[in-house]
C-alpha cells in the first residue's frame, strides 16, 4: 500500500489566493522530505528539501517567500503556494526516503494536481 | 550539478524488449535509480544500482558503469502496461534525487 499520501490530490483555486498541500508518511518517520514539481511532458524538478525541525532548504531558482514549507512532525511536511498565479499550476509532489530491506528508497506520494484560474 | 540524458521515447510492440539508456555528469555521486510513471501519476520505484553490474526485478533489470557514467533498464517481455515514462534519477548522499528528462515508451500490439 502507500507509504506516503498527499492531499488533496487535485485543487483549483483563484490567482491570487494561497493554497497549502499536505505530505504525510504513512509508516515511517520522515526527517527529510522532498518536494517537485513537474510540468506536462517535463521531468521532476526539485524545489525544496523539507526538514523536520529546521528550514527548507530552496533549490536554486525556487522563490522561498513564495512556497513555503513546513515540515511540523516527524511524519508530516506541508507546501504553501502564496498568491498563487496561473503560471503556478503544475503537479506537486513528494518523496520520503525510507530505508527498507538494506535499501534506500524514495517513496513519492501520489502527487497534487495545483490548477490557478 | 548534474546532467542526466535519455532519449525521449522509443516505440516497440508487445514481447520485445527495451533499453533505455542513461549517461550522467554529477558533481556527486551515489547510484542510480529509474522510476515509472503513467500519465497523470506519481513515479514509482523500479530499480536503484549503487554498484557497478545488474540488477534485476523480474522482466525489468537495471545496469551501471560507474566508470562511464553510464547506466540502463531493460524492459522484456513487454506488454501494453509497460507503456509510461521512465526516468533516470541520479541520488546524492543526502537521498536528493536529480531526474533525467524522461523517456516515454509505447507498446504496440
Known amino acids: 500500500g502507500a507509504v506516503v499520501s498527499q492531499h488533496p490530490s487535485w485543487v483549483i483555486c483563484k490567482s491570487g489566493t494561497s493554497v497549502k498541500i499536505e505530505c504525510r508518511s504513512l509508516d515511517f518517520q520522515a526527517t527529510t522530505m522532498f518536494w517537485y514539481r513537474q510540468f506536462p511532458k517535463q521531468s521532476l524538478m526539485l524545489m525544496a528539501t523539507s526538514n523536520e525541525g529546521s528550514k527548507a532548504t530552496y533549490e536554486q531558482g525556487v522563490e522561498k517567500d513564495k512556497f513555503l514549507i513546513n515540515h511540523a512532525s516527524l511524519t508530516l511536511s506541508t507546501l504553501t503556494v502564496t498568491s498563487a498565479h496561473p503560471e503556478d499550476s503544475s503537479f506537486y509532489i513528494c518523496?520520503?526516503?525510507?530505508?527498507?530491506?538494506?535499501?534506500?528508497?524514495?517513496?513519492f506520494g501520489p502527487g497534487t494536481r495545483l490548477t490557478v484560474t | 550539478g548534474q546532467s542526466l540524458e535519455q532519449p525521449s521515447e522509443v516505440t516497440a510492440v508487445e514481447g520485445a524488449i527495451v533499453q533505455i539508456n542513461c549517461t550522467y555528469q554529477t558533481s556527486g555521486f551515489y547510484g542510480l535509480s529509474w522510476y515509472q510513471q503513467h500519465d497523470g501519476g506519481a513515479p514509482t520505484f523500479l530499480s536503484y544500482?549503487?554498484?557497478?553490474g545488474l540488477e534485476e526485478t523480474g522482466r525489468f533489470s537495471s545496469f551501471l558503469s560507474r566508470s562511464d557514467s553510464y547506466g540502463y533498464l531493460l524492459l522484456q517481455e513487454l506488454q501494453m502496461k509497460d507503456s509510461a515514462s521512465y526516468f533516470c534519477?541520479?541520488?546524492?548522499?543526502?537521498?536528493?534525487?536529480?531526474f533525467g528528462a524522461g523517456t516515454t515508451v509505447t507498446v504496440r500490439a
Open positions: 544500482n549503487g554498484l557497478d
Open positions: 534519477a541520479v541520488r546524492a548522499d543526502d537521498y536528493k534525487l536529480s
Open positions: 518523496s520520503a526516503p525510507r530505508i527498507r530491506e538494506g535499501a534506500r528508497e524514495q517513496y
